[in-house]
């Protein structure tokens, strides 16, 4: 018998140690190269075989309509400019005037632009090509624009993913060899459609978010513009009215000198000419607060300098009440984002309910029900089982609750779509009447008060000087002249400052619509 083992033993062996005469290197041999660095025998054949081996050709995806639909949405959202929204905001924007400003104040000649002759237009072009807000919400709706694309290839994606998967050898750590998989899918008719609906809404509401940024910053620029006029205006009367404090105390310390008068005017006028000093440096403090936040707005140093300002006319407004409402109710930023917002949930819906139904396939691949078949709970079927796919429970509400949850949520948008039409007009009322009041009142101070105001200074001076009234009367009169102008003026920047609202509560340029 131990012949016969050592036999059988030794055939084994050489039958299994045969396979190896033919190579280059024994097993010795690949274990010295291997200890001196080099590579052994086994290492040369894996790379030849990975040379040898045919690149993986994905699955294509499949060529939809409603594909090309969603494609050509892209095209044509990536190809419309923003003049559609700068139209309804601020048309100088679109001006030749407007566009040679945004090109001069991209290049280095902007601080020659803004230490010039500064007018509102210069300063919404400045705004508009300079502020950061508006960059950003203008890039985040061009990147809401590629959700067309990945909306449009999902599929093909995920077919991909799942041909990737599919081939994984998950004992071995490997691919498994590549073979052409005769199983496909399509979604189910209408989702690719909805999809790109759904895509549609979210890019209507980063073109608001845009159209909002626009707004509100055209606005602020507006408001800090008449704020800035009103302060320069105001250290000019106030420096106007020290200077004729200052002749009056000239007179008043003559008076004295002669025993005209007593030395109580000359303490009233001293007194009178600081507090006026002490305004004058408030106001100038204002001054550089106002062009920091100008400067803020245009992109540049708090501390840059702004040129002498244009001031703009005060007309009063032709629209009546009525006419805003309809303006704000049609053109209001956050009514028309709101609505996309409800469209988008009520798509939701829809889509929602489409997937409910079962994808259609060709049903020709042992990996139809996946998650079934891993777990046991799908029987074997044979690879072309002409059959399409059916949910894992079907038609028993796996999406109610989310389908629930979004009509609830629709119903909530859509009451506060209502607040917002509510607070929208109400606030084109306040701000309507804030610039009818302003308006009044500035007419009230320019046609009626200051003239009688600077009369009655006129007549105060001679008497004073005349010695047919006293030092505190010529006060009261020079106080009343500088108060009435600094009320014009604040009703003028009322004026300003209210109409810039009431332009962001309609979310149009009344300008161009009172044209």
Known sequence: ??????????????LSVTPHIGWSDSYKDARKKITAGERPWFVDEQIQRNENKQPAQLPQAIALPEVDMLMGRYHDESSSSLASIIQIVEPALLSQEGIQIQNQADSQSIDKLMTGKLDVTIALNVAYRRNPSIQAASQA??????????????????????????????????????KQMVDTDWPFPGIVSLRGDIIQTDIE???????????????????????FVYIDRAIEVTRENQELLKQMLDVASQKFETGNTAYNDVIKARVALSKLTDAIITLEDQRE???????????????????????????????????????????????????SKVERTRLLVDMAQEMNRPDPTLGASYFQERSGLLVGAEPDRSAFQPAPRQPIRPWFGQREAFIAEMQIRRQQLSNKLEGVINQTL??????????????RESELYRTTLIPEAQQSLEVAEADYQGARTDFLDYLDAQRTWLDFNLVHYNAQRSYGVTLAELERVVGASLDSIQQ
């Open 289 to 339: 607060t106002i062009i920091a936040r100008l400067n803020t707005i245009f992109d540049r140093a708090p501390h840059a300098s702004i040129g002498p300002l244009v001031s703009p006319p005060i007309k009063q407004m032709q629209l009546k009440i009525d006419r805003l409402y309809e303006i704000a109710k049609q053109n209001r930023q956050e009514i028309q984002q709101m609505q």
């Open 141 to 178: 709706w061009q990147a809401a624009l590629q959700r067309y694309p990945q909306g449009a290839y999902l599929e093909g994606i995920l077919r991909q993913y799942n041909s990737f998967t599919k081939r994984l050898d998950l004992l071995l750590g490997g691919m498994q060899p590549q």
């Open 1 to 14: 018998m131990k012949p016969l083992f050592f036999i059988i033993t030794l055939a084994l062996t050489t």
């Open 205 to 227: 509401i980063a073109k608001q978010d845009f159209s909002i940024a626009l707004r509100d910053v055209l606005a602020n620029t507006k408001k800090a513009f008449h704020e």
């Open 426 to 439: 109400f606030e084109v009322k306040s701000s309507h009447f804030s610039v009818d009041a302003a308006y």
